[in-house]
């Protein structure tokens, strides 16, 4: 079913990320070559929803800049004080009516989720007939997430948030993903009425979950298998965490479609890299930024290759390659260190000395 035309998007980004220690805000640091903020977005495009908001707030021109440069169809939406998540997607009561039928809401911090599993997301809300649906999962170690409280339906009661929950609450491993489906008009008839009566003095959207239950509307669920989909990133132990995940996604994505990595634990290839079939990476390799490597190349170990243009038959062994474009058929390293801009042409050899660097357009 196709949902495009009846869904708004609500992405939360206003938060400091004090946990992160930085001056960068939490959504600008990078995994794989890329934003945490641009994972998300670059789902979200896959929807083709009636309108994406972000929701910004601390070191917004930052953002702002961010989105402007690279999601041009996104608005921005300025939260000047981080009062929690309810008053967030408040701040977008103004666009209620460009809204469709359907509003999801969710964390600029997970990058890992898909856009299958957000679709599933569509698709059990409009099944349920509920007014709203929540992906959960469960996690082995579930400190610093909500928990999920169900009633003997199996229906969502209501969200626990770590900091008011007890010691028997904390127990639960069934997990809020932050990742919502809301009925567009139960969600903004009740955004506002949300109050601040917790430890972090904060309004929580989980509230609104409570009050659509007692409204007597049906809270569901999608529990999804797969926990580390729904990682969000706090720290810079969960920021590692996630970039081991999505580095091992990467590499698997290109060996599924005809690239050949020995030992791929040892291989660190960026998600804007493109690699062609039958290319073979060897072990401890480190291929960065907009690189494209031609068919029937052999990377070998040790090498580290960035924002390069590698030809077709080409074999490298142990050197390093910046900004170059490199022709087809050639035969480099090992020890060769090629700098910015250098043009290496076709059918040649080259040992530790770079070829001379001349001028070129960049591919």
Not at 93 to 108: M, Q
Not at 235 to 246: A, G, I, K
Not at 282 to 295: D, N
Request: aromatic letters at 8%.
């Amino acid at each position: 079913m196709d949902f495009s035309k009846d869904l708004s998007v609500v992405v939360l980004a206003a938060g400091e990320g004090k946990r992160m220690k930085s001056e960068i805000p939490k959504v600008l640091h990078y995994i794989s070559g890329k934003p945490i903020l641009y994972y998300v977005l670059s789902t979200i495009e896959k929807l083709n929803p009636v309108n994406t908001f972000v929701v910004v707030g601390y070191k917004k021109e930052a953002v702002i800049d961010y989105i402007k440069n690279h999601f041009k169809q996104v608005k921005v939406i300025i939260q000047e004080r981080q009062l929690g998540t309810a008053n967030a997607v408040y701040m977008a009561k103004d666009k209620r009516s460009s809204f469709g039928k359907y509003t999801l809401v969710l964390s600029a911090d997970t990058p890992m989720v898909s856009p299958a599993t957000l679709k599933r997301l569509l698709e059990s809300k409009d099944r349920s007939e509920s007014g709203a649906s929540i992906i959960t999962s469960l996690v082995p170690e579930p400190g610093g997430y909500g928990r999920i409280i169900k009633d003997g339906q199996g229906n969502i009661a209501k969200i626990i948030e770590e900091a008011d929950a007890t010691r028997e609450e904390k127990k639960i491993n069934e997990i809020n993903s932050s990742i919502y489906c809301f009925d567009t008009w139960a969600l903004f008839e009740n955004i506002g009425k949300v109050k601040a009566g917790n430890a972090q003095k904060e309004y929580y959207l989980t509230d609104i979950i409570g009050m659509l239950v007692k409204e007597g509307k049906k809270v569901s669920c999608l529990r999804i298998s797969d926990y580390v989909e729904v990682m969000g990133v706090n720290n810079r132990l969960q920021l590692s965490s996630v970039e081991n995940f999505m580095k091992k996604r990467i590499n698997e994505e290109l060996m599924e479609n005809g690239v050949t990595i020995r030992n791929p634990e040892s291989c660190y290839i960026e998600s804007t890299v493109v690699i062609e079939k039958d290319v073979i990476i060897e072990p401890y390799c480190f291929i960065k930024g907009e690189t494209r490597i031609g068919k029937n190349s052999v990377i070998g170990p040790f090498c580290q290759i960035t924002d390069s243009i590698i030809g077709k038959g080409t074999r490298i062994n142990y050197s390093v390659i910046i900004g170059s474009h490199i022709g087809n058929n050639n035969n480099i390293g090992p020890y060769s260190y090629m700098r910015f801009e250098t043009l290496a042409e076709n059918d040649i050899k080259i040992e530790r000395e770079a070829v001379k660097e001349k001028e070129y357009k960049r591919y």
